[in-house]
Nanobody
């Protein structure tokens, strides 16, 4: 199983970023997928998940209304569109198979003024 995140970087408050996670080694379309983040000095925080057919999504209250999770089963890729970014969103963002089975190495997002 491989999960490779990209799209992180530094962005100003109120800005947007789109994270991608290219997957391989498993049948992507048959797994729910998730994003988890870890801020500096804090534990992991689940932020969003999406069901296999994209018809059902879940969000943590901290990102609801600002972040959108999506997937392209034809491309074996998971996405996270992040809008209205705040300094509290600064973290390493991890792509996760299912609800915690396998994790990618993460991509760093820094929101600064």
């Amino acid at each position: 199983v491989q999960l490779v995140e990209s799209g992180g970087g530094m962005v100003q408050i109120g800005g947007s970023l789109r994270l991608s996670c290219v997957t391989s080694g498993f049948t992507f379309s048959t797994y729910d997928m998730s994003w988890v983040r870890q801020a500096p000095g804090k534990g992991p925080e689940w932020i969003s998940s999406i069901a296999t057919g994209s018809n059902t999504t879940w969000y943590a209250d901290s990102v609801k209304g600002r972040f959108t999770i999506s997937r392209d089963n034809a491309k074996n890729t998971l996405y996270l569109q992040m809008n209205s970014l705040e300094p509290e969103d600064t973290a390493v963002y991890y792509c996760v198979q299912g609800w915690g089975d396998y994790w990618g190495k993460g991509t760093l997002v820094i929101v600064s003024s």
